[in-house]
């Protein structure tokens, strides 16, 4: 997976101050206390045990004036406290500072190959009560803070006791509340910005456990690292220092951003920010990532209210497209960079798909990025997006942004409208945008049901035989549940052909070797044959290309297929190696090349194994690799998540299983562009869910059910070789959601159960087999999928309406006669679908619920 495994709170968070007043940045001392850091000496940290670095830091600045309720450290540990860490090298140590009055601060040595840690216990009977504190809306956890030159990303966490045998943690990213570099910066963090819930390690289950934090008996903060996320020089320590670290009892002049936009009020009329009408204003600019484009063309406007011109965005998406308008440089009057006074934005978007997903993307006053889902379903939409809805854009923020984590609506710098959906082109058309105080748009009455004519044929084939390999899934190591009770015959009934594994990111940090001498609760590659074996799948295995080298990758063909003779066909190099979430990613060159030696080593042992490298859905990475790699490799694999986290959107989801009719043919093109003329190139899509990370709660409902039917329904059309979904077990995240299919031991909805996305794939895999024939549906919100398979006729229909059954007329010639009728719905969502008898006449019809996945079989 990609970065999934990784975490960010980004919504609003504390106001800082200075010595100057009230002002909304970071606090880093006077100009003389900086130029002291300047001169920051330091005996180095090239030393083996890093418990052993002796420095001296600058002192920390004068404490601003607030009222300390908690001291956590000052100088040093607290008196009955301690201080311990996880993760390789880690250490920690008090060090001096130049100042008498600042005697120590806390220096955390973070190793950045290992998820890492450094807690500051209390110790046990000293647990405080943080439960008034937290309900008090301006309550903070704040501390001085700095870096060494490369540390930017550090978590800070509030741990519960253990007395009820869970300790449970929740955390927050510190770059989200502020300025994390190599200056002493005051940290603010409310309190409320902690979540309710977090994890703990629950050693019997061998996993995380989601649960409640206990605020009442609060004995920790840990400051971490995610594995590979700071730009430190190799063997070197993730240096981070903390100083006065306690609670607070409030955070000046902070306002809770719920209370403030619950009691919000304002009389100001609409401010008009673009009509297009004005063809000297229209100088908005397009930008793109790499591997995508962006174009923008005024044209007439076929709004309904009227007008003469409306914005078109064109844009081909692999990366970030960007339709921009920064009001500074244009120029823009007061009263369109004020929008303190509004509830949020308005516009109208036209769109010819089903749907178009767009992000609303605001640089505020201080030029601090912030982010809000949107879209318009087919035609025009008058779209209304809050204020309190936009989120800190995780990704990346300006160098000169001010990063204060408040969303600052004085004087704004620009916005852009962003299309949305991973692989995704096409064009929309934006007109009358406007600052309101409106709390509604027009929306159309909702129907209760609409008659929808479903066309097709028998006779003309659209895919000869349906590839089983489509049906795959994941299968992860850290997984320990995949051995426990009823989760090889829930596995089993979906017949997925194919199991993936070891799964993600973890297939370029463990080896096999050692992973299979442990015989720990992570799953080896004997139990996973053996799982294999009992699922009657086929094993697909990613070799460690991060961390391993071509001669393991060879070991380990020659430990399946020689040794065991378990006939492991198919494999891949490595994992997302492009992306800069991998703790051990690398250029298309560098991948490329030492691709090619994997390759070489594996078929060494055995040539009739298929292997594929890394690629992208589009870029020049794919034609750098495959310079190295295009004679050796069977094949590429691809991974597709349509939604970046924070951006779940049900409609944008549903429409996203018909990009596949731009991805897949783009992929094919490059291949015929970039390989060895005349050979055929296999295609994986060896990951694809909803989210890239941190899912939310749409993954465990009704909508990700449907997707995932309708994913595989467009799979059987375009037919490529593989396709693997994420996963059968996952983790719940703070967020609300899981990718599991399959609950895991300790989640809120219960041990190892099948959840709505599960039912969707079983029911989809046992209906789309054999023959692939026309079909075709009316409405844009019903898809329709129809096979012949050994003498059966089946018919899978999904429909996208949220609050609308629809019926269908059904004109297949020949699609009649006695069979069986399922329906996953809503209403048996969790339970999963039942089968009922169902007679099919010439011209007859089927009704299907809102939200509904429905297939009828007829002998």
Not at 81 to 88: A, H, I, M, N, P
Not at 644 to 653: I, K, Q, R, T, V
Not at 776 to 786: K, P
Request: proline content about 5%; aromatic content about 12%; some cysteine.
């Amino acid at each position: 997976m990609n970065k999934k495994i990784f975490g960010f709170m980004a919504i609003f968070s504390a106001i800082l101050i200075t010595s100057c007043g009230l002002q909304i940045k970071t606090l880093s001392g006077t100009q003389e206390e900086q130029q002291e850091q300047q001169a920051e000496t330091s005996q180095g940290l090239d030393v083996e045990y890093w418990d052993e670095i002796t420095e001296t830091l600058p002192a920390t600045p004068a404490k601003p004036a607030v009222k300390e309720v908690f001291t956590i450290f000052d100088n040093d540990l607290p008196r009955s406290g301690f201080g311990y860490v996880y993760g390789g090298k880690t250490a920690n140590k008090v060090q001096p500072t130049t100042s008498k009055n600042n005697p120590g601060v806390m220096a955390c040595y973070l190793d950045n190959n290992e998820y890492s840690g450094v807690t500051v216990a209390l110790g046990a009977g000293n647990s405080i009560n943080l439960e008034n504190l937290r309900a008090a809306k301006a309550a903070g956890l704040a501390f001085w803070a700095k870096g060494r030159p490369g540390v930017s990303s550090i978590y800070i966490g509030i741990l519960d006791d253990d007395t009820d045998g869970k300790k449970v943690q929740t955390k927050v990213s510190i770059a989200d509340f502020g300025k994390l570099d190599t200056n002493w910066n005051y940290f603010m963090i409310p309190l409320r910005k902690f979540q309710s819930s977090g994890k703990y390690w629950d050693d019997n289950k061998k996993a995380e456990i989601l649960a409640d934090v206990d605020w009442k008996n609060v004995n920790e903060i840990r400051f971490s690292n995610n594995k590979g996320e700071n730009k430190v020089q190799n063997g070197q320590p993730v240096a981070f220092y903390v100083d006065q670290v306690a609670f607070i009892e409030n955070i000046p002049g902070y306002v809770d951003p719920e209370e403030y936009w619950a009691s919000f009020k304002s009389d100001a009329p609409d401010v008009l920010i673009s009509d297009f009408e004005n063809t000297a204003d229209n100088i908005w600019e397009a930008s793109s990532g790499p591997k995508s484009s962006t174009s923008i063309e005024y044209v007439k406007s076929t709004h309904p209210k009227g007008g003469q011109t409306a914005m078109q965005i064109t844009f081909k998406m692999a990366d970030w497209c960007d339709a921009v308008y920064n009001f500074k440089t244009n120029n823009s009057p007061a009263v369109k960079r004020d929008w303190s006074k509004f509830w949020g934005i308005k516009f109208d978007i036209y769109t010819s798909k089903p749907f178009q997903p767009i992000n609303v993307q605001i640089a505020d006053g201080t030029n601090e990025i912030w982010l809000a889902s949107a879209g318009g379903q087919k035609g025009w939409t008058e779209v209304l997006v809050p204020f309190k809805a936009f989120y800190k854009f995780p990704y990346w923020q300006p160098p000169e942004a001010v990063q204060n984590g408040k969303l600052d609506l004085q004087d704004v710098v620009s916005i852009d409208f962003k299309p949305s959906g991973d692989g995704s082109s096409g064009s929309f058309i934006i007109d009358n945008i406007r600052l309101t105080n409106e709390r509604e748009a027009f929306s159309a009455p909702v129907a209760e049901s609409v008659t929808v004519k479903i066309t097709g044929d028998l006779n003309k084939v659209i895919t000869p035989s349906i590839n089983s390999g489509l049906f795959g899934i994941n299968a992860a190591l850290w997984d320990g549940d995949m051995f426990t009770p009823k989760t090889d015959e829930y596995v089993k009934a979906v017949n997925h052909s194919v199991l993936r594994y070891p799964g993600g990111l973890r297939a370029d940090e463990d080896h096999w070797k050692e992973v299979l001498a442990k015989k720990d609760f992570q799953i080896d590659i004997d139990e996973f044959l053996e799982f294999c074996s009992k699922t009657n799948t086929t094993p697909m295995i990613t070799v460690n290309f991060g961390t391993g080298t071509p001669q393991e990758a060879a070991d380990w063909v020659k430990y399946c297929n020689i040794d065991k003779k378990a006939n492991v066909k198919y494999w891949e190099v490595g994992n997302e190696l492009y992306g800069d979430w991998h703790a051990n990613h690398c250029t298309a060159e560098e991948y490329g090349k030492r691709a090619a030696e994997f390759i070489k080593a594996m078929k060494a042992v055995d040539p009739s194994i298929l292997i594929t490298t890394v690629w992208v859905l589009e870029g020049e990475w794919n034609k750098k690799v495959f310079e190295y790699t295009k004679d050796l490799a069977d094949g590429v694999n691809v991974h597709h998540y349509p939604q970046h986290a924070g951006e779940e959107n049900d409609a944008g989801l549903l429409s996203a299983p018909q990009t596949l009719d731009q991805i897949i043919p783009g992929v094919r093109k490059q291949l015929k562009e970039f390989g060895v003329p005349g050979k055929k190139y296999q295609i994986w899509l060896t990951e694809w869910n909803s989210v890239d990370f941190k899912p939310g709660p749409q993954t465990l409902g009704i909508v990700n059910a449907l997707f995932v039917a309708d994913y595989l329904g467009m799979l059987t059309k375009h037919n490529i070789e593989q396709a693997s979904y994420w996963d059968i077990h996952n983790d719940m995240t703070e967020q609300g959601g899981d990718y599991g299919y399959l609950s895991r031991t300790g989640a809120p909805d219960g041990d190892n159960v099948p959840r709505p996305s599960y039912w969707a794939f079983k029911l989809t895999s046992e209906t789309l087999r054999g023959k692939l024939v026309q079909t075709a549906s009316a409405d844009d919100n019903i898809t329709a999928y129809l096979v012949v398979n050994n003498g059966k006729q089946s018919l899978l229909l999904v429909n996208k309406y949220p609050k609308t059954k629809a019926t269908l007329s059904l004109a297949i010639p020949g699609f009649k006669g006695k069979g069986s009728i399922k329906v996953l719905s809503a209403e048996n969502a969790k339970s999963g679908y039942t089968s009922q008898p169902v007679e099919i006449k010439d011209g007859g019809s089927i009704t299907l619920p809102a939200y509904s996945v429905t297939a009828v079989t007829l002998e």
